[in-house]
T-cell receptor, first 110, second 112 residues
Framework: GQQLNQSPQSMFIQEGEDVSMNCTSSSIFNTWLWYKQEPGEGPVLLIALYKAGELTSNGRLTAQFGITRKDSFLNISASIPSDVGIYFCAGPPAGTALIFGKGTTLSVSS | NAGVTQTPKFRVLKTGQSMTLLCAQDMNHEYMYWYRQDPGMGLRLIHY???????AKGEVPDGYNVSRLKKQNFLLGLESAAPSQTSVYFCASTWSSGNTIYFGEGSWLTVV
């Protein structure tokens, strides 16, 4: 079936550092979504991308919809302790249900 | 503004017992989903529904059944619980595929 490969699996960084993570799919997506999940809660949408090449920001977060439509990137600038959590990429292959990457666990030390 | 509500939030079952998880959304969404989340596995789709009266299998449907008798509710049933079904279950909903989906707060299920 469809798979999303998300990397890295985990990151341990110092407060103030920038973070980059990416997601690739085996097929073309028309939508890329990035979610963040904090302990004990459900995922919350951070950024939605609907067009190849699109670059969208949400505060210190920036995400890009890859030109090939098979990948997407999420960057976090000047990380802070509250950025800790699991970040998921997601997309709907062939207009069906949303599938998720396995997540990138971010740890930030102050 | 309730959004997506899941009940129960926590449950412990014995192997072989049955139970139903209820998901309710008040946003008039057409699409509803059930995912399970296990360490290192991300969110895996169990079943989903694209409208009242319809259901479809996801990535890991075995051992689960679902029903969507009313547009606002999506039920996930375990007929004979197994320890492998110990997980956190998330319900989600959206207007249509490709739109933002909204998640419930999760249901922690332990099967002993």
């Amino acid at each position: 079936g469809q798979q999303l490969n998300q990397s890295p699996q985990s990151m341990f960084i110092q407060e103030g550092e920038d973070v980059s993570m990416n997601c690739t799919s085996s097929s073309i997506f028309n939508t890329w979504l990035w979610y963040k999940q904090e302990p004990g809660e459900g995922p919350v949408l951070l950024i939605a991308l609907y067009k190849a090449g699109e670059l969208t920001s949400n505060g210190r977060l920036t995400a890009q919809f890859g030109i090939t439509r098979k990948d997407s990137f999420l960057n976090i600038s000047a990380s802070i302790p509250s950025d800790v959590g699991i970040y998921f990429c997601a997309g709907p292959p062939a207009g069906t249900a949303l599938i998720f990457g396995k997540g990138t666990t971010l740890s930030v030390s102050s | 503004n309730a959004g997506v509500t899941q009940t129960p939030k926590f449950r412990v079952l014995k192997t072989g017992q049955s139970m139903t998880l209820l998901c309710a959304q008040d946003m008039n969404h057409e699409y509803m989903y059930w995912y399970r989340q296990d360490p290192g596995m991300g969110l895996r789709l169990i079943h989903y529904s694209v409208g009242e009266g319809t259901t479809a299998k996801g990535e890991v449907p075995d051992g689960y059944n679902v029903s969507r008798l009313k547009k606002q509710n999506f039920l996930l049933g375990l007929e004979s619980a197994a320890p492998s079904q110990t997980s956190v279950y998330f319900c989600a909903s959206t207007w249509s595929s490709g739109n933002t989906i909204y998640f419930g707060e999760g249901s922690w299920l332990t099967v002993v």
